[in-house]
């Protein structure tokens, strides 16, 4: 159990807090993928590794075929295993890899979807630890295996019936499904108009600067972006100059705006509870939190975050 438990836990970390799916959105998958008071099960996939693609400082692409049939989308969530020396995990640290040498050397952790086809995945990473590492490090035709459903898809989350503007927010490689999520939801035309603001420490870690300024030239009145770099002008909620960016077009209520929260789990957690006690529909927040669970959310940001979308949200929700 204590085996089991150590992938367990990781994907029991997404299930609780990588999404909170509105009111009419069902998980997909996530209820056959655990056995009861086991390890996670699910079927596992054979694919190779095609490329390494590097799109900025510390955060590559995988792109990932795989001559199966498959159904995935921007935001699921699943398994992705990759072949590693048993000997060598047990020399290395037996106990921090212990899941690994239970599973016959291959090292596995959740990740998420940003693009995928029938037959292939672009899976955005952050390189910090042995396992991206290694992903990061193998050439292509390595042998992979994935597997499991976690999640809603980011577009099957959003209800467009009923909104008129979509903004993503996201940290880091938060950004890499964001960008997947966007490209199917320009093939619609009835989607709504959608806003990224992408954050990151430092600026040589954008990731897709010139496509998405392609995008934005390309899809005028239907996508805009921006990156905000922190160690230039502060995190997104440091001021309420940044928060300005944000701010709705006039005409439009609390209700008409889906937000989408991706990445480090302060940003998002602080943006949730911020937009909530702005008054912000529930159904019209989804979130997925990548790292930094336990960070203790600033109460002072939260009250900034809520003044600023009130300040520019001059229709109540309904």
Same mark, same amino acid.
């Given at each position: 159990? !204590?085996?089991? &438990?150590?992938?367990?836990?990781?994907?029991?970390?997404?299930?609780?807090?990588?999404?909170?799916?509105?009111?009419?959105?069902?998980?997909?998958?996530?209820? !056959?993928?655990?056995?009861?008071?086991?390890?996670?099960?699910?079927?596992?996939?054979?694919?190779?590794?095609?490329?390494?693609?590097?799109?900025?400082?510390?955060?590559?692409?995988?792109?990932?075929?795989?001559?199966?049939?498959?159904?995935?989308?921007?935001?699921?969530?699943?398994?992705?295993?990759?072949?590693?020396?048993?000997? !060598?995990?047990?020399?290395?640290?037996?106990?921090?890899?212990?899941?690994?040498?239970?599973?016959?050397?291959?090292?596995?952790?959740? %990740?998420?979807?940003?693009?995928?086809?029938?037959?292939?995945?672009?899976?955005?990473?952050?390189?910090?630890?042995? !396992?991206?590492?290694?992903?990061?490090?193998?050439?292509?035709?390595?042998?992979?295996?994935? &597997?499991?459903?976690?999640?809603?898809?980011?577009?099957? &989350?959003?209800?467009?019936?009923?909104?008129?503007?979509?903004?993503?927010?996201?940290?880091?490689? &938060?950004?890499?499904?964001?960008?997947?999520?966007?490209?199917?939801?320009?093939?619609?035309?009835?989607?709504?108009?959608?806003?990224? %603001?992408?954050?990151?420490?430092?600026?040589?870690?954008?990731?897709?600067?010139?496509?998405?300024?392609?995008?934005?030239?390309?899809?005028?009145?239907?996508?805009?972006?921006?990156?905000?770099?922190?160690?230039?002008?502060?995190?997104?909620?440091?001021?309420?100059?940044?928060?300005?960016?944000?701010?709705?077009?006039?005409?439009?209520?609390?209700?008409?705006?889906?937000?989408?929260?991706?990445?480090?789990?302060?940003?998002?957690?602080?943006?949730?509870?911020?937009?909530?006690?702005?008054?912000?529909?529930?159904?019209?927040?989804?979130?997925?939190?990548?790292?930094?669970?336990?960070?203790?959310?600033?109460?002072?940001?939260?009250?900034?975050?809520?003044?600023?979308?009130?300040?520019?949200?001059?229709?109540?929700?309904?």
């Amino acid at each position: 159990m !204590k085996i089991a &438990g150590i992938f367990l836990l990781m994907l029991q970390v997404m299930e609780s807090r990588a999404f909170a799916p509105p009111s009419k959105v069902s998980y997909r998958g996530s209820s !056959k993928v655990f056995a009861d008071g086991g390890p996670p099960q699910y079927d596992k996939i054979d694919a190779v590794l095609k490329e390494v693609e590097v799109l900025s400082k510390g955060s590559v692409m995988l792109h990932i075929y795989s001559e199966t049939t498959i159904d995935y989308k921007p935001g699921h969530v699943l398994a992705l295993e990759i072949e590693a020396d048993v000997e !060598k995990l047990k020399s290395d640290d037996e106990k921090n890899n212990a899941d690994a040498i239970a599973n016959g050397g291959w090292m596995r952790g959740p %990740y998420t979807v940003s693009r995928a086809t029938d037959n292939s995945l672009d899976i955005l990473i952050k390189v910090v630890g042995s !396992k991206s590492k290694m992903l990061s490090e193998a050439e292509s035709g390595t042998p992979l295996k994935f &597997g499991g459903k976690f999640k809603v898809p980011i577009v099957e &989350g959003i209800q467009q019936d009923d909104t008129k503007r979509v903004v993503f927010i996201s940290t880091g490689v &938060g950004v890499g499904p964001c960008v997947g999520a966007i490209e199917e939801a320009l093939k619609d035309n009835s989607f709504p108009p959608v806003e990224l %603001y992408a954050s990151y420490r430092n600026s040589d870690e954008i990731v897709y600067s010139k496509y998405l300024d392609d995008l934005q030239t390309n899809n005028p009145g239907k996508f805009s972006w921006q990156a905000i770099v922190s160690s230039e002008t502060g995190r997104l909620s440091a001021s309420e100059e940044n928060l300005e960016v944000i701010a709705a077009p006039e005409g439009l209520g609390l209700d008409d705006t889906h937000y989408h929260l991706i990445g480090n789990g302060q940003l998002v957690s602080e943006f949730k509870t911020g937009l909530e006690k702005a008054g912000v529909p529930k159904d019209k927040v989804t979130v997925e939190m990548y790292f930094n669970h336990k960070a203790e959310a600033n109460n002072d940001v939260i009250d900034r975050i809520a003044d600023a979308v009130i300040a520019t949200n001059a229709i109540p929700a309904n």
